[in-house]
């Protein structure tokens, strides 16, 4: 059975929808921790939302490493996600 919530919340920049579920991955649910983790310890030197998401983005995360015991950074894992799903140079219009 899983639980779950989902609802409007209102953060200082405004309005946006919250999902909560139940983690069965262990690797995903360490990974989510340690980030929760080093945001509260460099959220202070952050002003802005979006540094702080670019500073958290080149923190490794062993969730996304290849293989056990890997570790893998989410900027790098993005672009290796976006360069499959985009077009090829030169295709299209």
Known sequence: MTAWFTGPCVGRH????????????????????????????????????LALALHLSNMPMSALGAKKGDYGYPDKVTRQLMQLHLPAKGAGH
Request: net charge neutral; no cysteine; aromatic share 14%.
């Open 14 to 49: 405004g309005a946006y929808a919250a999902f909560f579920d139940i983690a069965i991955n262990r690797r995903v649910l360490g990974s989510m921790n340690q980030l929760a983790h080093d945001a509260s310890w460099v959220a202070g030197r952050y002003s802005d939302p």
